[in-house]
């Protein structure tokens, strides 16, 4: 059965710099997402994208934040300049279609920003 | 402003106590209600969609019910295996991109 990757499963990085989270969202998908979870907290939506462009962003996801398909499969979202409140579980999520449609999710990036 | 809350924030069950979990909304339109299963340190796991009210939907142990202000997750004779995080979320009407809004979720401990 098709499946969300995620890599890497553990970052660890000081403050200041910049990571990049990967995903392989399921192939014949179109939509693509990042969710993060803080410790002990609800999931929150970060980015939707489709076609190339940022469909919806939240509040969270300032100019620190951005998102890229670099090729046919790879998914990114980098972070510029990481702050502790940065560290959480990094969800990438992906959907066939639009609306309601079933969103697929990753098993998550666990970021620590030190 | 758009919410999805969840009771209880945790349950404890003996093997084949059966239970219900809440997820209540509060949003401008409903366009589905999901329903996913976390385990510690993992992804959401997709259970289930609700499009409509009196919609209902069964797997194995589990049943998941819409109203037009909530949805319940029917849990029937659980087994430890069904211990996990049980979360709701929902999909709002108007939303440009089909974000989900997810409550805090419920944690279930299926005790033998």
């Known amino acids: 059965e098709p499946e969300v990757t995620q890599t890497p499963s553990h970052q660890v990085t000081q403050m200041g710099q910049e990571v990049i989270l990967r995903c392989v969202p399921i192939s014949n998908h179109l939509y693509f997402y990042w969710y993060r979870q803080i410790l002990g907290q609800k999931v929150e939506f970060l980015v939707s994208f489709y076609n190339n462009e940022i469909s919806e962003k939240s509040e969270i996801f300032d100019d620190q934040f951005s998102v890229e398909r670099p090729d046919g499969s790879n998914f990114t979202l980098k972070i510029r300049s990481t702050k502790l409140e940065d560290s959480a579980m990094y969800f990438c999520a992906s959907s066939r279609g639009t609306g309601a449609d079933t969103q697929y999710f990753g098993p998550g990036t666990r970021l620590t920003v030190l | ?112």
């Open chain 2, 1 to 112: 402003e758009d919410q999805v809350t969840q009771s209880p924030e945790a349950l404890r069950l003996q093997e084949g106590e059966s239970s219900s979990l809440n997820c209540s909304y509060t949003v401008s339109g409903l366009r589905g209600l999901f329903w996913y299963r976390q385990d510690p340190g993992k992804g959401p796991e997709f259970l289930f969609t609700l499009y409509s009210a009196g919609e209902e939907k069964e797997k194995e142990r589990l049943k998941a019910t819409l109203t037009k202000k909530e949805s319940f997750l029917h849990i029937t004779a659980p087994k430890p295996e069904d211990s996990a995080t049980y979360l709701c979320a929902a999909v709002i009407k108007g939303a440009a991109g089909n974000k989900l809004t997810f409550g805090g979720g419920t944690r279930v401990l299926v005790k033998p």
